[in-house]
């Protein structure tokens, strides 16, 4: 069996295990902003031993940005992402950027246009309590626009110094919306059939790709289902699948839910409800939580792998790399990971409540993760100060010093 502490040949990187930090919102980049929070997150990671460690969602635009302390592309965020990735290499793994954007699923009071568009005319349900309410249709003009976004953040992201860029086609974001039959209600050639719906993300990757040097891995997350009725399903994330492999991806990262219609589909595990209405900053959207989160928001019971037996599928149907995740946290979990055939595993919780859980895993001193998981990293991704996990008493005074000391230096 395949040792998950091998090194592996993604591309041309060279990583020194199969252990993928995924990308977890880490809520360190204020004002779009890399801060030094965010460079520490990542450094503990790679100290801590993974493979490569991929800082979350990276808007290609600014109007990609699903709240407005969101990191977005552009040329004077390059020095600063430089640090980050040199504190990354120093900690002796690689760095991958995840390049997303939001389409209709904006709560952004920051836009450029008067609404957020997306594939089809809709109620924009994340905005809708905070007066976007509706999303509109991209033109084709607007479709390019985006495709070349993604291909200019591509290229900074390399001048930034990251070894790899994960181009974001699940979890409900854009071009996770055109993939999906429940959101894309389009008649022209981006919607209908799924060729028709899957050509914009595919354009994208073979862009991105073409913009790249072979050597620099073009990783790709998507759903294997959307998890909810009249979304994307696995027969058509398997050709998706198939048809990303043609274009060159380097990896698939397998992953499944549609945040703004079913966000505990992607985690599994416990729903925070109390503490997502205590670090809701908006009073409507408090209510809104209060009043409709326990019909609304679904809880499924957290099961270790839980995707594992709808990856299967995909590992039967191409043979490219392919990244397991959800609900990977045992040192077992991994090995596991690698006899069913997965060349990588990735992880976000059990690694936001120890980030140096790999290097124990490594050294033999653990085997098993102290993740509940109860998802209050989830909530606690919007406090300010960022992600941590609160079951960890340090990770929370950290936070609350790096706060006091980030408030302290603003002139
Ligand atoms: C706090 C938090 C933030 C997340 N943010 C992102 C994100 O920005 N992009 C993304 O693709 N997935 C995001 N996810 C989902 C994870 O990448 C992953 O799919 C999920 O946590 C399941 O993996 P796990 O069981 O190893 O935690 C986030 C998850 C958590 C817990």
């Not at 880490?26 to 100290?47: D, F, N, Q, T, Y």
């Not at 409800?273 to 908006?282: C, D, P």
Request: include cysteine; charged fraction near 20%.
């Amino acid at each position: 069996m395949t040792d998950p502490f091998s090194p592996f040949r993604l591309a041309g990187l060279s990583l020194r295990n199969r252990i993928i930090k995924t990308a977890t919102f880490e809520g360190m980049s204020p004002g779009g902003c890399v801060s030094e929070a965010l460079i520490e997150h990542h450094r503990a990671l790679a100290k801590g031993g993974v493979g490569m460690t991929t800082v979350a969602y990276c808007a290609v635009a600014p109007d990609g940005r699903t709240f407005a302390d969101q990191l977005h592309m552009r040329p004077e965020l390059v020095p600063d992402l430089r640090a980050l990735t040199a504190a990354v290499h120093a900690g002796g793994a690689a760095a991958s950027l995840q390049l997303g954007h939001c389409g209709a699923f904006c709560n952004n009071h920051d836009l450029a246009r008067r609404r957020p568009v997306g594939p089809s005319r809709a109620l924009n349900l994340v905005g809708a309590l905070s007066g976007r309410v509706l999303a509109d249709a991209m033109t084709e003009t607007e479709i390019e626009d985006v495709t070349s976004a993604f291909v200019a953040a591509a290229r900074l992201a390399r001048e930034a110094g990251f070894d790899a860029v994960e181009l974001h086609l699940g979890h409900g974001y854009l071009l996770s919306q055109f993939l999906s039959p429940g959101t894309n209600a389009r008649r022209d050639r981006f919607g209908g059939s799924l060729e028709n719906r899957a050509r914009f993300a595919l354009s994208v990757v073979e862009r991105v790709r073409a913009a790249l040097p072979p050597q620099t891995p073009v990783l790709a997350k998507l759903n294997l289902r959307d998890g909810f009725r009249g979304g994307l399903e696995l027969d058509e994330s398997v050709q998706v699948a198939r048809w990303l492999e043609a274009r060159g991806v380097d990896a698939l990262v397998l992953s499944g839910g549609f945040v703004s219609r079913n966000p505990f589909y992607l985690f599994r595990g416990e729903r925070p409800l109390r503490q997502m209405i205590a670090v809701e900053k908006s009073w409507a959207q408090k209510l809104a939580l209060a009043l409709f989160g326990p019909a609304l928001i679904h809880a499924y019971p957290f099961e270790p792998l839980y995707f594992l037996p709808l990856a299967r599928e995909i590992r039967r149907a191409v043979r490219m790399p392919l990244v397991l995740l959800g609900g990977v946290k045992s040192r077992d979990d991994l090995d596991t990971a690698m006899r069913e055939g997965f060349e990588l595993a990735a992880m976000g919780r059990a690694l936001i409540h120890d980030p140096g859980l790999i290097g124990k895993y490594a050294a033999g001193s653990a085997r098993e993760s102290g993740c509940v998981p109860c998802n209050q990293c989830v909530a606690e991704m919007d406090r300010e100060g960022g992600v941590c996990c609160s079951k960890v008493p340090s990770q929370i005074a950290e936070r609350a010093l790096s706060v006091r000391t980030a408030k302290a230096s603003r002139p």
